[in-house]
């Protein structure tokens, strides 16, 4: 089934630690996003992706970093991760067609930072 | 800047009752207008959409008029189950150099039996 793959689906995460959340899409969509969800705000744009070999940042990009080496996967990283960084992170794709088609979600990772 | 501003929720309705969930939003340009939904523990889904003005999005009952002269954009059902508790979310997207989502801040839709 063509969709998009997050991992892990939740994890528990000590304080300074480095952690990569894994995104992949198999839609061979052009644009790929990074979003995190708290309560009360909304989801809120992390950094984000127009086509395989450029990244930019998005509305919260501190303390998280991107790639993107091919079209299917758009991998994020917290190098030294802090409570705060404690959310739901969702990873969605769009075929970038300039005609805001829409996203595909993929099924969210929680992160808890301790 | 572009942003959504949507309704506080929860709003908690009983089956069949009537819904509407208010979107507003600011834009430069002519932006595509979205209503995402999250049923608990998932990810976001398309609801519908609409592309420009006048449009109506229509998809499982729900459905939402793009209001240019009042910037909104609210979505309505006329007779809401149980299976459509969930949170609703409503975007735009500005269509110039980017396919990049504004969402607001969601919506909670409770409804008992």
């Known amino acids: 089934i063509a969709g998009i793959t997050q991992a892990p689906t939740s994890q528990i995460l000590a304080a300074g630690r480095r952690m990569t959340l894994r995104c992949t899409q198999d839609?061979?969509?052009?644009?790929m996003y990074w979003y995190r969800q708290d309560l009360g705000l909304g989801l809120r744009l992390i950094h984000y992706s127009n086509t395989a070999g450029t990244t930019g940042k998005g509305e919260v990009p501190d303390g998280y970093s991107v790639s993107r080496a091919n079209t299917d996967d758009f991998p994020l990283t917290l190098a030294s991760a802090v409570p705060s960084q404690t959310s739901v992170y969702f990873c969605?794709?769009?075929?970038?067609?300039?005609?805001?088609?829409?996203?595909?979600f993929g099924s969210g990772t929680r992160l808890t930072v301790v | 800047g572009n942003s959504v501003t949507q309704m506080e929720g929860p709003v908690t309705l009983s089956e069949e009752a009537f819904l509407t969930i208010n979107c507003t939003y600011t834009a430069t340009g002519y932006p595509s207008l979205f209503w995402y939904v999250q049923y608990p523990g998932e990810g976001l889904q398309l609801l519908l959409k609409?592309?420009?003005?006048?449009d109506k999005g229509s998809n499982k009952g729900f459905e939402a008029t793009y209001r240019k002269e009042t910037t909104s954009f609210h979505l309505e059902k006329g007779s809401v189950q149980v299976s459509d508790s969930a949170v609703y979310f409503c975007a735009l997207s500005s269509k110039v150099n980017t396919d990049k989502l504004i969402f607001g801040t969601g919506t909670r839709l409770q409804v008992f039996p």
């Open positions: 839609m061979r969509h052009n644009a």
């Open positions: 969605a794709s769009s075929a970038f067609t300039g005609t805001g088609d829409g996203y595909t």
């Open positions: 609409a592309t420009k003005a006048d």
